[in-house]
T-cell receptor
Framework: NAGVTQTPKFRVLKTGQSMTLLCAQD?????MYWYRQDPGMGLRLIHY???????AKGEVPDGYNVSRLKKQNFLLGLESAAPSQTSVYFC?????????????FGPGTRLTVL | QQQVKQSPQSLIVQKGGISIINCAYE??????FPWYQQFPGKGPALLIA?????SEKKEGRFTISFNKSAKQFSLHIMDSQPGDSATYFC???????????FGKGTTLSVSS
């Protein structure tokens, strides 16, 4: 049982390049999330999904797109990377139902945009 | 609009001391307030959580105190140890009740 996994672990991009971050979970969770973590800013919600084929915007969605084609996967895309998107990105998942179910996080992806 | 305000941003405590981190929330509709712990290079992990129908929850050295009328809750770490050195986040739900919104975090350093 791997839990939540993220690919890649590290990535360096040049301004304007595009990339996709992959999140996978093997816990059969309905809900999945993408957060970014920056010094002094905490964890900020980018986008989330409450089920296959559905996505919603979080606090800081601009510059990112997401897709949830399969229940176990949640992809985060950067179409034209900017230095402001340099951050550590965390994926998380949670089962649907009561709010007090634990939200499980992946190990993170460290992205640098030059 | 940030829905959870956390303080202090950083905290230094001597070994054996008490660490206290405070959070305040805005939306009175929600009923679940977790704390997450994050070690360097790792993802956050659930530490302890409370529902607003109780005023206190204790798990080992970790205690959450909850003040519903003030819309505040706090994490107390008793007998703080160097292994407790980490970043701590409080959280509450977004308006839709579908995603956790986190405070900005508190970096705790416990000196030996």
């Amino acid at each position: 049982n791997a839990g939540v996994t993220q690919t890649p672990k590290f990535r360096v991009l040049k301004t304007g390049q595009s990339m996709t971050l992959l999140c996978a979970q093997d816990m059969n969770h309905e809900y999945m999330y993408w957060y970014r973590q920056d010094p002094g800013m905490g964890l900020r919600l980018i986008h989330y999904s409450v089920g296959e084929g559905t996505t919603a915007k979080g606090e800081v969605p601009d510059g990112y797109n997401v897709s949830r084609l399969k229940k176990q996967n949640f992809l985060l895309g950067l179409e034209s990377a900017a230095p402001s998107q340099t951050s550590v990105y965390f994926c998380a998942s949670k089962k649907a139902g009561t709010r007090n179910d634990e939200q499980f996080f992946g190990p993170g992806t460290r992205l640098t945009v030059l | 609009q940030q829905q959870v305000k956390q303080s202090p941003q950083s905290l230094i405590v001597q070994k054996g001391g008490i660490s206290i981190i405070n959070c305040a929330y805005e939306n009175t509709a929600f009923d679940y307030f977790p704390w997450y712990q994050q070690f360097p290079g790792k993802g956050p992990a659930l530490l302890i959580a409370i529902r607003p129908d109780v005023s206190e929850k204790k798990e080992g050295r970790f205690t959450i105190s909850f003040n519903k009328s003030a819309k505040q809750f706090s994490l107390h770490i008793m007998d703080s140890q160097p292994g407790d050195s980490a970043t701590y986040f409080c959280a509450a739900f977004n308006q839709a009740g579908t995603a956790l919104i986190f405070g900005k975090g508190t970096t705790l350093s416990v000196s030996s």
